[in-house]
């Protein structure tokens, strides 16, 4: 295989995981024969985004004494939470030496674990000064968890800058634009955002990653119409996914009057995502607002009857 052919075909691995099409990602690493680190990283990083940690957990060994391993730490971080507190304790300790000297794949997956762990700060103190696409792309993100728009635009212009057409600039720049419109007015950038994700969409295929991603533009739009339909083909394809489901929750804030949906979308999230964000938020709110009951309800528990009579 020569050079040229092997970047090409990295170039598709990399697009596949980019969009969310995590089953043609891993087909094209198959595809290719010669032994190659960075194939294995996309791979292995697809069959986590499947939730398919035994097969990373059963090929990388403890003893690996590759980046690899990094993947083999965030799958056990994402399958088992009694593990959670330990991975974090060897990234920090991991990251204490010269951060320059380590593959970009340590790097990505701590910003990641420290993103799931919402320590944004620490995420950027390992991502700053790294021009790796998707290290300015976790970056990026990062700001906008701590909606800090303006620094969010300088790097998305950084990202431009490196490289205007790549996938994952374009995907970063659509996010930007709906947290853009979500901080402000300015319905236009929506319209962009989602002709970025169609563009997508046509250059390779329509993925659950890019559906819900114009579903959120319509949703901003108040095209409620054709959120729902957009949401309905990505329920088709998955009846479980988590992004289908919370965009989902918020339509039906918007359309179902009864809240009937509403409900029934947050039971299936309670119970398919226990160790999603969202749910963590509801338990804590929901424990607090028991402690709230018991410490500010009625003393007198006598029935209304009990008490005119």
Not at 44 to 52: D, G, H, M, V
Not at 194 to 200: K, N, P, V
Not at 227 to 235: D, N, P
Request: charged share 25%; net charge negative.
């Amino acid at each position: 295989m020569n050079r040229n052919n092997e970047v090409s075909e990295l170039i598709d691995v990399e697009n596949a995981f980019y969009i969310g099409n995590y089953q043609t990602c891993i087909n094209e690493c198959n595809k290719i024969p010669k032994p190659s680190l960075e194939k294995d990283i996309f791979m292995y990083r697809s069959y986590i985004a499947q939730n398919k940690y035994r097969v990373v957990l059963d090929e990388i060994k403890t003893s690996n004494d590759t980046p690899l391993l990094a993947l083999r730490y965030l799958a056990e971080y994402m399958s088992n939470s009694a593990r959670k507190e330990a991975i974090v304790s060897i990234f920090d300790e991991k990251f204490q030496g010269d951060i320059n000297e380590l593959h970009v794949v340590w790097i990505i997956v701590g910003a990641i674990i420290y993103c799931n762990e919402e320590t944004y700060e620490t995420a950027m103190k390992v991502l700053v000064g790294n021009f790796n696409l998707e290290c300015l792309s976790l970056h990026m993100h990062c700001l906008l968890k701590m909606s800090r728009v303006d620094l969010a635009k300088q790097v998305a212009a950084t990202m431009q800058e490196k490289d205007d057409d790549a996938t994952l600039t374009q995907l970063s720049q659509a996010w930007l634009n709906i947290q853009i419109v979500s901080m402000a007015t300015g319905g236009e950038k929506l319209q962009d955002a989602f002709f970025i994700f169609q563009d997508l969409c046509d250059k390779f295929s329509p993925t659950l990653l890019l559906l819900n991603g114009q579903a959120v533009c319509y949703i901003g739009q108040q095209k409620y119409d054709d959120a729902e339909q957009v949401l309905r083909e990505c329920l088709n394809r998955d009846p479980n996914n988590y992004d289908t489901l919370i965009n989902l929750l918020a339509l039906s804030q918007q359309k179902d009057k009864n809240n009937s949906q509403y409900s029934r979308y947050l039971s299936q999230i309670l119970d398919e995502h226990k160790g999603s964000s969202l749910v963590a938020a509801y338990n804590k709110r929901q424990t607090e607002f028991d402690r709230l009951v018991l410490q500010f309800g009625p003393s007198n528990t006598k029935s209304i009857d009990e008490i005119v009579a």
